[in-house]
């Protein structure tokens, strides 16, 4: 019998009497993605470290429990707390509510940008600026939700986080988010995320539905040669307009220029190493895990959260096509110059979403390259966002 009661209170003191119904979806949820990327190869760098994230506060809910901050986002001090009585994960993710990780993030992400192919071909601009459709769409779907009876629909402040997902821009839907709702901040980074990380599965079926057959089969013009001066004198003049006209874009889009200058001015190297590999993958490691945790049960499979995931997904499918649709409006324009598939290249996942217009060409043109060309809207997809949320913050900020 003592046997038993051992056994008993063994069992009762492990993991498994807290687990909710709602862990164990979001454990399986975890594993889906965990064999997305490690079977699959989708976005590893992204989704295993959300993936795992996801799977520890999940089998231990207390993982992300602090009691400075759970609380209250505005990180007021609880008195007698001490910063020590916080779970590793907590402190990790104060960096991301501060934005510090995006930040740095979009610095690596400038160094590892090489813009010639948006400043050969400055038109690129209008496909990076099209396929930011999806932000508009979702919030205007996000600001409807207040017209369904006896559903507590979205603030303005709320719907315009949603509605950034449709850039599909992790670090830009982080930054807004902490700014104007960040009661929201988990689901629309798992959303941002996790839609980036699954370019490959959502693109190519709308590319294909709104492309025809000799579309999809055009071969583009070899791309001019861009001097060194041009390289240099571009992240600086971007940084002078895009700040003057929208400051608070300034700290996005003045990491990602700086970025970019550590690898285009030529004495910067070791500054350029740093921010492309060692800084980069640091922080991505430490965003990711921490997003993923903020992705635990019994908080996130609720109604709203479930809502936010849907409206993302709607978004980030209405940037593809406005990009695809304004490539084929060019191609029109320019009488079968533009191949419409480096449209969908306009959302700001990058160089994924250029891959995948690679990709989707080699299939029905096995001579055709269209990675340079869809990286001119991928980078200026990625300016294009990050405009947008100065624009959403400047609007709808407090």
């Not at 070899?222 to 003057?244: D, G, N």
Request: charge should be positive.
């Amino acid at each position: 019998m003592s046997v038993v009661n051992a056994l008993v209170e063994i069992f009762q003191s492990s993991g498994f009497v807290s687990l909710s119904w709602q862990n164990w979806v979001m454990i399986l949820f975890s594993f889906v993605l965990l064999y997305l990327a490690i079977v699959k190869k989708f976005e590893p760098l992204l989704l295993v470290p959300i993936a795992f994230g996801m799977l520890l506060v999940n089998i231990y809910p207390d993982i992300m429990y602090d009691p400075l901050m759970m609380s209250s986002y505005s990180g007021q001090v609880v008195e007698g707390a001490h910063w020590y009585d916080t779970g590793v994960l907590r402190l990790i993710y104060a960096g991301v509510k501060s934005s510090i990780f995006p930040c740095l993030i979009f610095m690596g992400v400038g160094a590892m940008t090489d813009f010639g192919p948006l400043l050969a071909n400055p038109s690129s601009l209008l496909l990076g600026a099209a396929a930011q459709l999806g932000i508009y769409v979702a919030f205007l779907i996000s600001i409807a939700t207040n017209l369904i009876p006896g559903f507590e629909g979205f603030t303005p402040q709320e719907a315009a986080s949603i509605a950034i997902i449709g850039g599909a821009d992790g670090p830009t839907a982080i930054y807004l988010t902490s700014k104007l709702a960040p009661q929201l901040l988990g689901p629309i980074a798992v959303a941002a995320y996790s839609y980036m990380a699954l370019i490959p599965l959502i693109q190519p079926p709308i590319m294909k539905l709104l492309t025809t057959k000799k579309e999809r089969e055009i071969k583009m013009d070899q791309l001019r040669t861009v001097s060194k001066t041009e390289k240099i004198i571009f992240p600086i003049v971007v940084t002078v307009l895009c700040v003057l006209v929208l400051p608070s874009v300034a700290p996005l889009i003045g990491m990602f220029m700086l970025g970019n200058l550590f690898k285009e001015c030529g004495v910067t190297d070791r500054l350029s190493d740093t921010a492309q590999n060692s800084l980069c993958n640091i922080v991505t490691i430490m965003l990711g895990t921490t997003v993923g945790a903020t992705a635990e049960g019994k908080t996130f499979l609720a109604t709203k959260t479930i809502l936010v995931i849907v409206i993302g997904l709607v978004a980030f499918a209405f940037s593809t096509a406005g990009g695809v649709l304004f490539g084929k409006l060019m191609n029109l324009i320019t009488h079968g110059k533009v191949n419409p598939l480096i449209g969908s290249a306009g959302v700001s996942a990058v160089p994924m979403a250029a891959r995948v217009s690679q990709v989707e060409g080699r299939k029905y043109n096995p001579s055709n390259f269209l990675l340079m060309h869809a990286m001119g809207p991928n980078v200026a997809g990625v300016i294009g966002s990050a405009v947008a949320a100065g624009y959403l913050l400047l609007t709808f900020g407090k």
